[in-house]
C-alpha cells in the first residue's frame, strides 16, 4: 500500500520538511487542485491547516486521484503544536491508519448538506461533504434472534428493530459510531474508523516516539488539539464510542497514558459526557483493581509518564468485538492477579443462573447475540453453558426469561478476568422427561415440573399427557 | 438555473445514460452512448461520491471497439440461455418471488403508476426492464430541473418526492439483487463495472433526494 503524505507549505516549522517522505505543495489548503501532481498514491495523508481549507474540494480532488476521500487521513498542524519531532510522531499514526484503512461503499456515505436550504442557497449551493456512515452486515446480524443492542445505544433513533430486523436510517445518523463498539456481533462497520486502524495508529505512535506517548482518544469534530506535551490526538467520530478497554489497550501496547476526552465542554450537541465519563471510570476502576495507579488514565491533561506501566505488549485485536475480553486477560497476566470490577459501562458480563428456578427453557440461549450462553449435551443430560469470553453485557438474557421474576438469570455488568479466562462453563443441568410410548425427549425436567406445580392437581389429566407422553404419542 | 437545478439535469443525464447502458447495445444506440457520456464528463461528476465508480465504468466504455463486442455478454446475462437469462434486468422476477405475487401483478402496478405520473411507456424494453425504471427517474429528474428553472420549489420537491418513492418502492427494491448476481456471473466483465456504476450512483441519489426533500424550504 502506498502511502502519500502531503503537507500544504505555510508549514513555518522547518523540521517538519525533513520528515520521511513527506511531500509538500505550496498553498495546498488553497487549491486542493494541486494534489493532482502527486501520482501513484493508493492511501493519502494531508496535513493542512485547520479553518484555511474547504473539505469539499479536498474530498473532490482526492477523488480526481482516484483515492478514496472517507480514508483519507487529515492531520491539522501549525507551528503552536510543537517541533518536527511531535509531528513526525502524528505523521507516523495517520500514515499507518490510513495504510489499513478501507475504501467505503456506496452505503457507508451520505451527502451532507446545510440544515435548511433557502431561494438564496438553492442559487449558490456549495459542494457537498460527504460523511462516512455505518453499514450493517445483514449476514453477520443478529436482530433475528431479538438482538437490538444498537437501537438501544444509538443517541438518534436511527436504528429501530422490528419483526426480527433492524432498520436503519441514514439520514438520522449523526455518525458517532457507538453502535460500531456496541453490537455483540461485529455486523455494524465504518469506514471512519476500524478495530485495526485504532490498533495500527497507537502500535505506529509508539514506535515513532522517543519518549512514552499519551493517547488522546478524541473526537474528530473537536477544533483543538491535546495540549501537549506527550499528547498525541488519535481521532475517532465520537469520544462515546471508545469503551473503557481502549485506553487500557493502548497502555499495554506501549503508551505511557491514555484518556477520552469529552466534548461537552467544546460545544457538542450529542453531550455524551455521561458516558464518556463512565466509560473513563471502567478503565481508572480496571487499573485500579490490577494495582496500578489509575492517574494512568487521567481525567484532566497532566504529564504523560515517564515511563509506560509495562513493557509493550501483543495484543491481537484489542479494539474488535472481542478485545475487551482479551484486553481484561492481558491485563491480569500482566500483574499477574485477577481483575474484578462491577460498572454500569462494563463492556463484558457475567450471567449467573439460580438451578432452582431455571427451568432450562433455553430462551436465553436463543436470544444471545454473542453466542455468550449455549445448549449442549451431555449423555442424557442437557446443559446450559455460559462463556464469559464472549459476553457483552447487553442483557438480552434476562429480558426473555420466563422465569426472571423468581431470579432465574441475572446478568452482571461485571468485568472477571478469571471467568474470562476460564472458557466455557456449566451453568445448570438436567435430563430431559421422555415419551413413555416411544423414548422421544419430551422437555427439560425442570420445565416440566415447574409446569406442574403451576397447574398443580387442577388438571391432573393435562398434566399426565403433558408429563408422560411427547406430542406425536398424546393421541395414542 | 439554481445550482440545485443544474445538479438535476446531470442526474436527469446519468439516469438516461445508465437506461441506455443496460439496453440491448446496438451499433447506434452504442455510439449514442460514447457519445452521452463524453458529454457528462463534462459536468462536475468529480463533486459526487459515485465518481470512482462512473469513471472505472467510464475507462471501461471507451475500451470497448463495437457494440457487437458486447452483444454476446449481454445476451448471456439478461436476455436468454438454455435455463433463461443468468441475471434477468425485470423487477418483477425479483420482487414477485419475494411477494409472492404474479410478474404480472408488479407490472400492472408499474403501468398504474406511470399513467398516474403522466407517463406513456413507449420503450423497447419491457415495463419493469431497468433500462425503463432508470429511463422514469430520468423524466422525473427533468421535471424536477424545470421546476427549479421556473423558479418553483414546489413543482420541484413534489418530482423529487416522486423520485424518492420510486427509487424506494421500485428501482432499489431488487437492483441489489440484479447486481449481485451480474458481479456472480461476470466478475471481471463490462456489466460488473455498469452495475458498480449504477449501484454508487441509485445509493446516492436516493440519499440526495432524501435530503433535499428534508431541507428544502418551500414557501407557502
Known amino acids: 500500500m502506498n502511502v502519500a503524505i502531503v503537507a500544504c507549505r505555510e508549514q513555518s516549522d522547518p523540521g517538519g520538511r525533513d520528515a520521511a517522505g513527506l511531500t509538500f505543495v505550496n498553498e495546498l489548503c488553497a487549491g486542493p487542485r494541486k494534489l493532482a501532481s502527486v501520482a501513484g498514491a493508493d492511501r493519502l495523508v494531508l496535513v493542512l491547516h485547520r479553518n484555511r481549507y474547504v473539505l469539499a474540494q479536498v474530498q473532490k480532488h482526492t477523488r480526481e486521484m482516484g483515492i478514496d476521500p472517507v480514508g483519507v487521513q487529515i492531520v491539522h498542524w501549525d507551528e503552536t503544536q510543537g517541533g518536527s519531532h511531535r509531528l513526525g510522531v502524528m505523521l507516523a499514526g495517520a500514515a499507518a491508519r490510513a495504510a489499513v484503512t478501507v475504501d467505503a461503499t456506496p452505503q457507508q456515505v451520505k451527502p451532507v448538506l446545510p440544515v435548511r436550504l433557502n431561494r438564496r442557497a438553492l442559487l449558490s449551493m456549495p459542494r457537498p461533504v460527504y460523511s462516512a456512515v455505518p453499514e450493517i452486515d445483514r449476514d453477520a446480524c443478529v436482530a433475528a434472534e431479538g438482538c437490538r443492542a444498537c437501537a438501544v445505544e444509538c443517541p438518534k433513533e436511527a436504528y429501530a428493530w422490528s419483526g426480527g430486523r433492524i432498520d436503519y436510517d441514514k439520514e438520522a445518523c449523526v455518525s458517532c459510531g457507538r453502535c460500531v463498539t456496541t453490537c455483540p456481533a461485529g455486523a455494524i462497520a465504518t469506514p471512519a474508523i476500524s478495530p485495526s486502524m485504532v490498533h495500527a495508529a497507537i502500535k505506529a505512535m509508539v514506535e515513532a516516539a522517543s519518549e512514552p506517548v499519551g493517547v488522546a482518544f478524541m473526537c474528530s469534530r473537536r477544533s483543538e488539539s491535546p495540549p501537549g506535551p506527550g499528547w498525541y490526538p488519535l481521532e475517532v467520530p465520537c469520544a462515546a464510542m471508545v469503551p473503557g478497554t481502549w485506553p ?229 | 438555473m439554481t445550482q440545485v437545478g443544474n445538479i438535476a439535469r446531470l442526474r436527469q443525464g446519468l439516469y438516461r445514460f445508465f437506461g441506455g447502458a443496460l439496453s440491448h447495445p446496438g451499433d447506434e444506440e452504442f455510439a449514442t452512448l460514447r457519445a452521452a457520456g463524453d458529454v457528462l464528463q463534462t459536468f462536475p461528476i468529480a463533486d459526487f461520491a459515485y465518481f470512482g465508480a462512473w469513471r472505472r465504468f467510464q475507462r471501461a466504455l471507451a475500451g470497448i471497439p463495437t457494440a457487437t463486442s458486447l452483444d454476446a455478454e449481454y445476451v448471456r446475462l439478461f436476455a436468454s440461455g438454455t435455463d433463461g437469462a443468468l441475471c434477468p434486468p425485470i423487477e418483477s422476477f425479483y420482487v414477485a418471488k419475494a411477494e409472492g405475487g404474479g410478474i404480472a401483478d408488479t407490472v400492472a402496478t408499474l403501468q398504474r403508476t406511470y399513467h398516474e405520473l403522466g407517463l406513456r411507456w413507449l420503450d423497447a424494453e419491457a415495463p419493469d426492464h431497468i433500462a425503463t425504471e432508470l429511463n422514469v427517474l430520468s423524466t422525473l429528474c427533468g421535471r424536477e430541473a424545470d421546476g427549479w428553472a421556473a423558479d418553483d420549489a414546489r413543482a420541484a420537491v413534489r418530482d423529487l418526492r416522486r423520485q424518492n418513492l420510486f427509487l424506494r418502492l421500485h428501482v432499489l427494491a431488487w437492483f441489489t439483487q440484479f447486481a449481485d448476481r451480474v458481479r456472480s456471473a461476470s466478475p471481471d466483465g463490462f456489466y460488473a463495472l455498469v452495475v458498480d456504476a449504477v449501484d454508487a450512483f441509485l445509493t446516492h441519489d436516493y440519499d440526495w433526494t432524501r435530503a433535499l426533500i428534508e431541507r428544502v424550504e418551500v414557501e407557502a
Not at chain 1, 364 to 388: H, I, K, M, N
Open chain 1, 248 to 476: 487500557i489497550a493502548a497502555l499495554i501496547l506501549g503508551a505511557g497514558a491514555a484518556r477520552i476526552v469529552p466534548c461537552t465542554a467544546a460545544g457538542c450537541s450529542l453531550a455524551h459526557d455521561d458516558v464518556v465519563t463512565g466509560n473513563m471510570d471502567v478503565a481508572r476502576a480496571l487499573l485500579e483493581a490490577s494495582g496500578i495507579e489509575p492517574e494512568l488514565v487521567p481525567q484532566s491533561w497532566r504529564d504523560v509518564a515517564k515511563t509506560p506501566p509495562f513493557a509493550t505488549s501483543t495484543l491481537v485485536d484489542p479494539f474488535g468485538v472481542e478485545g475487551a475480553h482479551e484486553t481484561i486477560v492481558t491485563l491480569a497476566a500482566l500483574v499477574e492477579h485477577e481483575v474484578r470490577i462491577e460498572h454500569h459501562r462494563s463492556p463484558t458480563g457475567i450471567v449467573e443462573v439460580n438451578t432452582s428456578t431455571c427451568t432450562m427453557c433455553m430462551k436465553c440461549v436463543s436470544v444471545c447475540p454473542a453466542d455468550a450462553l449455549s445448549q449442549e449435551r451431555d449423555g442424557d443430560e442437557l446443559l446450559l453453558t455460559f462463556d464469559a469470553a464472549r459476553c457483552t453485557a447487553c442483557g438480552q438474557c434476562p429480558s426473555v426469561c420466563p422465569e426472571v421474576a423468581r431470579g432465574a438469570i441475572e446478568c452482571h455488568q461485571r468485568i472477571d478476568s478469571t471467568a474470562i479466562s476460564a472458557g466455557p462453563t456449566t451453568l445448570n443441568r438436567a435430563t430431559a422427561a421422555r415419551c413413555e410410548i416411544c423414548g422421544e425427549a419430551i422437555a427439560p425436567a425442570p420445565m416440566m415440573e415447574r409446569i406442574a406445580s403451576l397447574l398443580g392437581n387442577e388438571h391432573p389429566a393435562t398434566m399426565g399427557y403433558l408429563i408422560r407422553r411427547c406430542v406425536n404419542c398424546r393421541g395414542s
